[in-house]
């Protein structure tokens, strides 16, 4: 078989396979643009069923793109909580407020607009237009990388840059015409659901006859990929701070500042067990550790006293892992002291005082943006902050145990 009819007999499987065995998947039920870029952007780095359950919400609670574009953030991240990597949740809000703003709130099917938006790559840009508008544009994300790696016997790094851009070429020669969307979507589907990274179902693919790593028993060696550096290992102590009086029954929280990892997002107050500018991580004995906690928190105008270690919790990022110690902490009494001490760091003095609705909004005064906010919570607060799974856990896991 030569490669022109290999092309075409993958083509005619993976179409037939996908007619007779596509999942039902609530952004498949419809071909709005505005659904199918909502699902990609979810499914970046996330399972599909995972996802469902976030997408039905986040569609009802943001049905148009005007509905997302007018939310305000914290209700984006609420609804987007417990996804992680939140900066997909902020650009999609920004891009959709430049599909409001630049193109009345219909999205664009261009190249070069879709790839404009913020957060949308090469591959997002390929799925949104080919899937929603039957444009044959590549898609060759992860799972395309590896079924086109196999079965062609692609034997290059697909990290580099040349061979994404060889198996983009493929891909638009490979798509019948006027099929762009539901061959993309094959794609994707046979190598989730049958072309996986371990033990491939290759008794079961449609395109098994003519793979050419099957056929030269390279299936599992394929595809050729470069190592990722393991993430940074970080040490950081996060103090869970109990409120006392009238804040009986709450726990004091932050707020993440405006830009940076977890922007935006709400926190224990922690701090890193770096050291100056090095990059190592260290480990400190629990009474070391509370010290400095301690003393690092009071420089924001927050005066504790840790009482005892209360539990651990680790998450990993793309590039960082957390291991977090977590201590119970009592708030200190406010004295002459230490309400001086909280001023002259620009601070926030006289938090018991500076109460809205019940919480602190413990601002002390300035009009500085970049100081942190600072909130008490109770457990049924939660509902209204967003949180990162890390911190998400620690509070569930404290307010089930008292």
């Known amino acids: ?120 790559g090469p591959y997002t840009a390929g799925a949104i237009r080919s899937i929603a508008f039957n444009i044959p544009a590549p898609a060759v994300d992860g799972n395309v990388m590896r079924v086109l790696s196999r079965y062609f016997l692609i034997e290059e790094d697909i990290m580099k840059g040349s061979t994404r851009a060889h198996m983009e070429d493929l891909v638009v020669r490979l798509i019948p015409e006027g099929r762009a969307s539901d061959f993309n979507q094959g794609l994707m589907e046979l190598g989730a659901l049958v072309c996986t990274p371990k033990s491939p179902k290759c008794l079961t693919c449609p395109v098994m006859e003519h793979c050419a790593a099957r056929l030269e028993g390279k299936e599992e060696s394929l595809p050729i990929k470069t190592k990722a550096k393991p993430p940074r290992p970080e040490y950081r102590v996060a103090a869970l701070v109990e409120g006392t009086g009238e804040y009986n029954g709450k726990v004091l929280i932050r707020k993440r500042p405006s830009t940076g990892l977890l922007a935006g997002m709400w926190e224990l107050p922690h701090i890193s067990l770096s050291q100056g500018k090095e990059t190592a991580p260290i480990s400190l004995p629990d009474e070391a550790a509370m010290d400095r906690l301690a003393g690092e928190l009071k420089t924001e105008g927050i005066p504790i006293r840790p009482v005892g270690h209360l539990m651990d919790a680790e998450h990993t990022f793309s590039h960082i892992h957390w291991n977090m110690r977590v201590f119970r902490c009592q708030w200190r009494d406010i004295s002459a002291g230490s309400l001086q001490a909280a001023e002259s760091a620009a601070a926030y003095a006289a938090v018991y005082k500076d109460t809205v609705e019940g919480n602190i909004d413990v601002e002390a005064g300035t009009a500085n943006s970049s100081e942190p906010q600072y909130r008490w919570i109770s457990q049924s607060d939660m509902a209204f902050y967003a949180f990162p799974n890390v911190f998400l856990r620690i509070l569930n896991q404290y307010f089930t145990s008292e």
């Not at 952007?41 to 995972?50: K, N, S």
């Not at 999205?107 to 957060?119: A, Q, T």
């Open 1 to 120: 078989m030569n490669n022109i009819e290999q092309q075409r007999y993958f083509s005619r499987e993976l179409l037939d396979w996908y007619g007779r065995s596509k999942r039902d998947l609530p952004w498949r039920r419809h071909r709005n643009p505005y659904y199918i870029w909502i699902s990609e952007i979810m499914l970046q780095q996330t399972r599909v069923d995972t996802v469902i359950p976030y997408f039905n919400r986040f569609i009802e609670k943001f049905p148009t793109v005007e509905a997302l574009a007018d939310a305000p953030e914290d209700e984006v991240l609420k609804c987007w909580e417990g996804l992680g990597y939140y900066s997909r949740a902020r650009n999609l809000q920004h891009a959709a407020r430049q599909v409001k703003e630049q193109y009345g709130g219909i999205m664009p099917s261009g190249k070069e607009e879709v790839f404009g938006l913020k957060g949308v």
